[in-house]
């Protein structure tokens, strides 16, 4: 009995000083990269809504008068290619996704990162924009939140404030661990003033939220490695095929959209060497996070099939490289999901003013003490 009451004391003193160094660490982190968090919030969230936002920014690229049938493609493609700027190659096409939507086209550079995209009304095939990628919003805002617009240093950056934002997700964890049974208790206790009550919405927005901090946190930072880490592109010895050769690209999305009926179509990939196929790629919105995106390969030269790569019967560790997406990004799911994701993605930026507001008003008391 005298031994368990005196080893009593000194683990509480030291559970105290292990809780003291956690809590200084989740301040400090907070205090150090709460306007990086703020910022990568906001934009993380406008990303989510992205399709949205294009129809209201950019309403006269994005959006086309329904008409009657699409027009080929193969004249549009060709005419794409004369006004490209010289040496681009093309890279991707966007088909209409409403039928009030336009199509999109982007071609590549030979730096293998410059792009140039042409915005084209179904049916009739008129080019509504041409221009470089990154004068449209959504490109110009993914660049702002994956690299701050710095260039590949800017990787360097927001991998750090991905970790910082897990870190401070997980110490949040454990400073406040034996607080949640007060805090139902007495959600926000107004009578005891404005750092009290602004205390108490710090945690609950912490608590409800905790999955966007530690997801959004892990998930960013893995993509800013995996980009930082990527090897340059370099000239391929054996350059993709031109595009007038390419067969009909009709018949290869019908019969993507043959294998998989409940998939959306995102996009066509053109090949960028020789011999490699055109691919499509389709999304299962309902599906869950590790199982989102089949595919289907095509030859260029003669559009007959290839293969056919279900998100089902993918292998356990590339469904396990396929959560990525739609665990960092929320637009690939259901409507509730993607709203899920808009709001949920600005709790870290509330929780960084939220804390810096704490720390703030904490100095204030001292100095007038």
Do not use: C
Not at 126 to 149: C, E, K, N, Y
């Amino acid at each position: 009995m005298p031994s368990s009451v005196a080893v009593e004391p000194a683990a509480r003193v030291q559970g105290w000083r292990v809780w003291l160094h956690v809590w200084k660490i989740h301040r400090w982190l907070g205090l150090g990269l709460g306007a990086l968090i703020v910022l990568m919030s906001a934009t993380g969230s406008l990303l989510v809504v992205h399709h949205e936002l294009e129809r209201v920014l950019e309403r006269d690229r994005h959006v086309a008068a329904p008409g009657g049938p699409a027009a080929p493609l193969a004249p549009i493609v060709d005419e794409l290619i004369r006004r490209a700027p010289p040496g681009y190659r093309l890279y991707r096409f966007h088909p209409a996704a409403a039928t009030d939507a336009t199509h999109r086209f982007l071609f590549l550079a030979p730096d293998g990162k410059t792009r140039w995209t042409a915005f084209v009304v179904p049916a009739n095939g008129r080019m509504v924009w041409s221009g470089p990628d990154q004068a449209l919003f959504t490109p110009w805002l993914l660049g702002l939140h994956m690299q701050l617009r710095a260039g590949r240093s800017g990787y360097v950056v927001t991998m750090v404030a991905g970790i910082g934002l897990l870190l401070l997700g997980l110490t949040g964890i454990y400073v406040h661990r034996d607080r949640w049974r007060g805090l139902a208790r007495h959600p926000f206790r107004w009578r005891l003033g404005w750092r009290v009550a602004l205390g108490d919405l710090h945690k609950w927005v912490g608590l409800a939220a905790i999955y966007f901090p530690v997801v959004l946190g892990l998930t960013g930072a893995i993509y800013s490695w995996r980009i930082f880490t990527s090897a340059p592109p370099t000239a391929s010895s054996a350059p993709p095929p031109s595009a007038e050769r390419f067969a009909p690209l009709e018949p290869m999305l019908a019969a993507a959209q043959a294998q998989f009926p409940d998939a959306e179509l995102t996009r066509l990939q053109f090949p960028t060497r020789a011999g490699a196929p055109a691919s499509v790629l389709l999304l299962h919105r309902r599906h869950p996070p590790w199982q989102k995106f089949s595919r289907v390969d095509f030859d260029t030269a003669t559009g007959a099939l290839r293969s056919v790569r279900a998100a089902k019967e993918a292998p356990a560790l590339e469904q396990f490289k396929s959560l990525l997406a739609p665990l960092h990004f929320g637009f690939h799911g259901a409507t509730w999901v993607k709203w899920a994701y808009f709001f949920g993605g600005l709790t870290p930026g509330i929780l960084a003013l939220s804390g810096g507001a704490l720390w703030w008003m904490r100095r204030r008391g001292k100095r007038a003490t």
